[in-house]
């Protein structure tokens, strides 16, 4: 695969791999060198509580920062919901439109969501997939999407199981399928979609609507670092033959700051 196949795509870094407090974390990218970052929406700073609506005050002071520090945000991910939340349907669909909002104003262009943030249940979406019945999104979908659309973003999927042999969205058929039926696009995380099939079956499915993919590697100790198994220049050469413009790197929080720029420059080198 030559360099310039690859010449579009952006480099970012996922901020909750750098540190618990995103404006930190912002500092800490921006140090290391990079331009973009995706921005987690963590819990303790969404702030979704009693009042029911997030703090917005708090993301427009990351708007300033982002700027203070040349950062420019690609993508963000939906707030992980506790399993208090999980039981409301009332509060899913306020986090996943408010955390729409909030992705809108700090500027991305993605949207990431995994299934328990879109899905009703286990068992409708299950009868989705395997009997051809309506998406199973839950209530509140089509307004979350519509805050995406209007904020000129795209919504992204990602490829995720939650439980040992049930399977959600780490296959490659089942995304392209729910993505095309949603009218979404696809986040991909590479190393868990290669622990089920080649790249390329999942490229050729996915390629047209990937958004955005993730790109690390698991230490013997299960710990996650930035990546620099010499696997990715090939997996990356798959990955420009699509439509994805961006790949974030996760590492560890503890993991030193040179190995992260180490591994910055890698990719850069072979990306362009």
């Given at each position: 695969m030559k360099?310039?196949?690859?010449?579009?795509?952006?480099?970012?870094?996922?901020?909750?791999?750098?540190?618990?407090n995103?404006?930190?974390?912002l500092?800490?990218?921006?140090d290391?060198?990079?331009?973009?970052?995706?921005?987690?929406?963590?819990n303790?700073?969404?702030?979704?509580?009693?009042?029911?609506?997030p703090?917005?005050?708090?993301?427009?002071?990351?708007?300033?920062?982002?700027?203070?520090?040349m950062?420019?945000?690609?993508s963000?991910t939906?707030?992980?919901?506790?399993?208090?939340q999980?039981?409301?349907?009332?509060?899913?669909k306020?986090?996943?439109?408010?955390?729409?909002?909030?992705?809108?104003?700090?500027?991305?262009?993605v949207?990431?969501v995994?299934p328990?943030?879109i899905?009703?249940d286990?068992e409708t979406?299950?009868?989705?997939?395997?009997d051809?019945?309506a998406?199973?999104v839950?209530?509140?979908?089509?307004e979350?999407?519509?805050?995406?659309?209007?904020?000129?973003?795209?919504?992204?999927?990602?490829?995720q199981?939650?439980?040992?042999?049930?399977?959600?969205?780490?296959?490659?058929?089942?995304l392209?399928?729910?993505?095309?039926?949603?009218?979404?696009?696809c986040a991909?995380?590479?190393r868990?979609a290669?622990?089920?099939?080649?790249?390329?079956?999942?490229?050729?499915?996915?390629?047209?609507?990937?958004?955005?993919?993730?790109?690390?590697d698991i230490?013997?100790?299960?710990?996650?670092v930035?990546?620099?198994?010499?696997q990715?220049?090939?997996?990356?050469?798959?990955?420009?033959?699509?439509?994805?413009?961006?790949?974030?790197?996760?590492?560890s929080?503890?993991?030193?700051?040179?190995e992260?720029?180490a591994?910055?420059?890698?990719i850069?080198?072979?990306?362009?």
């Amino acid at each position: 695969m030559k360099k310039d196949i690859l010449s579009n795509m952006n480099l970012a870094i996922n901020t909750g791999s750098l540190a618990n407090n995103t404006s930190e974390a912002l500092e800490r990218a921006a140090d290391l060198g990079f331009k973009r970052v995706e921005i987690d929406l963590l819990n303790n700073e969404f702030n979704y509580g009693y009042r029911r609506r997030p703090d917005v005050r708090f993301y427009r002071q990351l708007q300033t920062k982002l700027k203070e520090l040349m950062l420019s945000v690609w993508s963000v991910t939906a707030p992980q919901l506790s399993q208090e939340q999980m039981f409301s349907d009332r509060t899913r669909k306020e986090i996943l439109k408010s955390g729409a909002v909030a992705a809108g104003l700090l500027g991305a262009k993605v949207f990431v969501v995994q299934p328990a943030d879109i899905f009703k249940d286990q068992e409708t979406f299950s009868r989705y997939v395997q009997d051809l019945h309506a998406p199973a999104v839950m209530d509140g979908f089509d307004e979350a999407w519509v805050q995406v659309v209007n904020r000129q973003m795209t919504m992204a999927l990602l490829n995720q199981d939650y439980w040992i042999g049930t399977a959600l969205t780490n296959q490659a058929e089942r995304l392209a399928k729910i993505s095309g039926d949603l009218a979404i696009g696809c986040a991909l995380d590479i190393r868990r979609a290669i622990g089920r099939n080649d790249l390329k079956t999942w490229i050729d499915l996915n390629g047209d609507r990937l958004a955005v993919a993730y790109a690390y590697d698991i230490e013997d100790d299960g710990a996650v670092v930035a990546p620099k198994d010499d696997q990715w220049k090939g997996w990356l050469a798959t990955l420009g033959t699509t439509r994805t413009k961006c790949v974030v790197l996760r590492s560890s929080i503890r993991q030193d700051d040179s190995e992260i720029t180490a591994s910055r420059h890698a990719i850069e080198e072979f990306i362009g």
